[in-house]
């Protein structure tokens, strides 16, 4: 099954504090959430995966 991963974003000014990546394909091992941006602020270094 595709990974799901929790994501936080740590922007003071940004309303969304997580959400939920669904993959819908096999993620290379390199990939990490630095490839991604919040999407309600648009920040990319301020996005955390959440480690359960």
Do not use: K, Q, R, W
């Amino acid at each position: 099954m595709p990974p799901t991963e929790e994501i936080v974003c740590t922007d003071e000014d940004c309303f969304l504090d997580i959400f939920e990546n669904h993959y819908t394909y096999d993620v290379p091992d390199d990939f990490d959430v630095s490839a991604l941006s919040c999407p309600v602020c648009g920040g990319t270094d301020c996005l955390e995966l959440v480690e359960l």
